[in-house]
Structure formats: C-alpha cells, structure tokens
C-alpha cells in the first residue's frame, strides 16, 4: 500500500474575530481587554518559541463558542533559526504590518516587534472599531476617557523603531494591570451606589458610573429587553441630571434614580 503524508489540525467551530466584532458592534470594556490578554498570551507563547508570525490580523483570529481565541494561520510566519522563511520575505495585510515589513531597505529588523505592532491595531480597533491605513488612527480615549492607560500601551505598541517597542510580555502585563485596575474601580462603583451616608462623586466617579451603567447593559441578555429598557431609562436620567445640576451628583440622587425606574 501506498504511504500518504498527511496533516492532523484542530476544528475550531467559530468565526473570525473579524466577523464577530462586525457582528457585536461595540463591545464591552471586559471582554475587549479579555481578548487582548488572549491574544497576547497566545504571541508570548509564539515568541518564547522563535516563531514571528507575521500576519497578526482579526482575520487570522477565530473565536469559538466558549468564547476563547485562537491565532491561525502561520503560512508566512518565520522561524528565528531557520533559513526557510527570509525575514524580509514580507506578505499580508498592510493595514496591520509594520513599518519595517513593507520596507526593502529594512528586511532584516523584521523580529517579534512586528507582532507586537500588529497587537497594538487589534487592541485599538477592538475598542474604536476602525483600523485606518497608515499612521492615522481614533484613540481609544476619544470614546473612553477612563482607558487613556490603554492608549498609552497602544502608543508604545505602534513605535516606528521596532527596538523601541516593548516585549510581549510587557504589553500581556500592562494588560493585565490595567484589566485588574479598572475592575477594581468599577467595584468602588458599586459599593457608592449604596451608601450609608451621602456621599460627593468626583468626575473621575462620573465616567466610573457611566461605565458602570454601560456594562450592566451591555452583559444583559438580549432576551432581558425589559432589563435593558429600564438601564436605558437610567442612563438617560443620569444624563438629564448631570445637564441640569451645577453640582456634581451624589450618591443618594444615582440611588434614587434606580428607586425611580
């Protein structure tokens, strides 16, 4: 009988990450970062093995039921002790490449901070959903004033000078710390929402609320549309409140905003 070479790979039951935000729409702060932090582990993983991928990209990411990501697609990817795959060898999407991919004269500086240039669209485009091409794109702040420390991780993700950009890594922890940080304010947010006495908010608390408000929406069940309308209601009654007050809200007013609706 005849010997067949064959290749054994995993059946992921999903979509691409690509289509699932085109799908979703804006998604929520916790599952965007949950994302990032996947995929970043996934590359420090890659990394940690000599293996650059190259095309990081929303297309070459699948999302499967649970929802948990999985990188695709390392047709190009280049291994840093091989010679099979020339590190300038470059193909993919330009919207997500490099400044040193799609540059001849700079073939050799393609390394892991390729990947890590990459990383910082997807986190970008995850909260802002656009991906312009070129150097121009939307900051997360604009949108999410709370998330500037995501910005900054963005910003050091897209340096031209890829020894410039930090390790994978750097950007898992960074992650991680801003994960744990906002989530640890949001749970100051709770804890204001019933208090024993009354209590002043600062800005900062503002957005917090607004936040706050915002994921409890947006983590209802689409099947809960009296839930949804009612947090809708309390949003807009946050919001007529805020224009019509001089003085920054206080706990008991955003109590009684919920014992109103």
């Known amino acids: 009988s005849e010997v067949a070479n064959y290749i054994v790979m995993e059946l992921i039951e999903g979509i691409t990450l690509k289509q699932y935000i085109t799908r979703r729409g804006a998604l929520s702060w916790k599952e965007a970062l949950h994302f990032a932090s996947q995929i970043a582990r996934a590359l420090t993983h890659a990394h940690e093995k000599g293996i650059i991928h190259r095309d ?9 039921q649970t929802p948990h990501l999985v990188i695709a697609d390392f047709g190009i990817a280049h291994f840093e002790d091989s ?7 470059w193909m993919g999407n330009k919207r997500y490449a490099a400044p ?13 901070a390729c990947d890590i ?3 910082g669209r997807i986190i970008n485009e995850l909260y802002t959903k656009s991906n312009p091409a070129g150097t121009q794109y939307t900051t997360i702040a604009d949108a999410h004033p709370l998330f500037l420390p995501l910005d900054k991780i963005v910003y050091r993700c897209l340096i ?6 930090p390790t994978i890594a750097d950007v898992l922890t960074d992650i991680l710390l801003v994960k744990e940080d906002i ?4 749970e100051d947010i709770q804890d204001y929402l019933q208090p024993d006495e009354d209590v002043g908010f600062s800005e900062e608390d503002i957005d917090l609320i607004k936040i706050f408000l915002s994921e409890l929406k947006q ?10 309308s009612k947090f809708g209601a ?9 224009k019509n007050s001089s003085e920054m809200p206080k706990s008991t007013d955003i109590k009684e905003l919920f014992d109103i609706v």
């Open 56 to 64: 990081i990209k929303p297309e070459n990411i699948f999302v499967d």
């Open 83 to 89: 010679t099979q795959t020339k590190a300038g060898a």
């Open 100 to 112: 040193e991919q799609t540059d001849q004269n700079k073939s050799d500086l393609v390394t892991c």
């Open 117 to 119: 240039y990459a990383l």
């Open 160 to 165: 031209h000078d890829p020894s410039l950009r």
């Open 183 to 186: 989530a640890e304010k949001l």
């Open 219 to 228: 983590n209802l069940d689409e099947r809960h549309g009296v839930l949804i």
């Open 234 to 242: 309390i949003e807009s009654l946050f919001t007529n409140l805020l």
